[in-house]
């Protein structure tokens, strides 16, 4: 399996970057984000890949960190979920940001990604939500804020209200998250209200 490619970028458009290494041209699929991290033409890039094989063909995906292509790898496990939808979601959001919306069971916000409509956002929710530590071990932090979002009824019902207030689930959670779970439910929406305010 290619683990990686290294060489000079030869070709890039909106949907794959084309690495020369050795003498030979690696097409290499990506997401926007790597896109958006490639350098120019004719200069030297390292991405992390996954080569997919399949009857029909064998496909070359490229990332720009490991915390991509774990995610990657994460979202393509789900039954249904192909590189296309894999691609859409890391175009849309950073791997944290997927590690965040699917720890707070956040599906909503996965259709943000072309192609990912409710039903299939919710059953990569349903499927990831215990992985979902896999996704970016560097984001412990979210992850246990999210977790304290969930631990008791007064933590349960101000994330509840936050979201009848317009904010996002997983807004919510990190907010309340964030906050001692001893305090009262009024107490910990007005301390979420103000870490939101201030911007998580």
Known sequence: MIASVRGKLIYSDNTCAVVEC??????????????YNLPQKNEEIMLYTYLSVREDAMDLYGFKDLDELEAFKLITSVNGVGAKIGLALLSEFTASQLTLYI???DSKALTAASGVGLKLAQRIVLELKDKVGSLQSGDEIVINAVGNATANTNTKEAVSALVSLGYTQ????LAVGKLDPALSTEELIKGALKTLARGI
């Open 170 to 173: 997983s807004e919510a959670s």
């Open 103 to 105: 720890a707070s069971n």
């Open 22 to 35: 050795a003498g030979v041209g690696y097409k290499c699929f990506v997401t926007k984000n790597t896109l």
